[in-house]
């Protein structure tokens, strides 16, 4: 068999693995959608930007709402927090290494004071090796980390406000 019909023949094969896949109705795992159709946020810090991703994550369905008495389910945020902390230096003083971290601190109710996720801590933390000869790249691998990590957060708040049943 020469190598152009082994081609042919691994490409067919192919092809009829993603058909068998499309036809049986397989589809990726997507997110729960929330009960509810209206959220407040509130406590979050001005220009959060675990804010914006979370309000980004809720629009496609949910409406977010400035007047919490409007809102089926209010957010209450309590801290939304980037930290940042040395982890290791050398003997002349000069960083190696650091520990990032996002904190959120949320609980949610509804308008009139009933619990529908108690007060919970999300936390995430990173390493980052850190060299002064490499500084600029080493603030946009912080900066994609933040964002990763912020992301997670987003998810699990998202699972936590599926799971509410008005």
């Known amino acids: 068999m020469s190598s152009s019909d082994r081609r042919r023949a691994l490409g067919a094969i192919a092809a009829l693995g993603a058909l068998a896949l499309g036809g049986c109705g397989f589809q990726l795992r997507r ?13 979050f810090k001005p220009k959060s930007t675990l804010a ?46 650091f520990e990032i971290r996002v904190r959120l601190h949320f ?17 995430r933390e990173e390493d980052l090796s850190y060299s002064e000869t490499a500084a600029l790249a080493k603030q946009f691998e912080e900066a994609d980390l933040y964002r ?3 992301k997670d957060i987003v998810i699990q708040v998202m699972r936590r406000l599926a799971a ?3």
Do not use: Y
Request: no cysteine; aromatic share 2%; charged share 30%.
């Open 31 to 43: 997110p729960q959608k929330p009960s509810f159709e209206r959220i407040a946020l509130v406590g």
């Open 52 to 97: 914006a991703a979370l309000r980004r994550a809720l629009e496609p369905d949910v409406r977010i709402v400035d007047v919490p008495a409007a809102a089926q389910v209010i957010l209450q945020v309590t801290e939304d927090k980037r930290e940042k902390s040395v982890v290791a230096s050398t003997s002349a003083a000069q960083v190696r290494e």
């Open 107 to 123: 609980s949610a109710h509804t308008p009139d004071g009933r619990e529908l996720i108690a007060p919970t801590e999300l936390l």
């Open 148 to 150: 990763d990590m912020e």
């Open 164 to 166: 509410i049943r008005l």
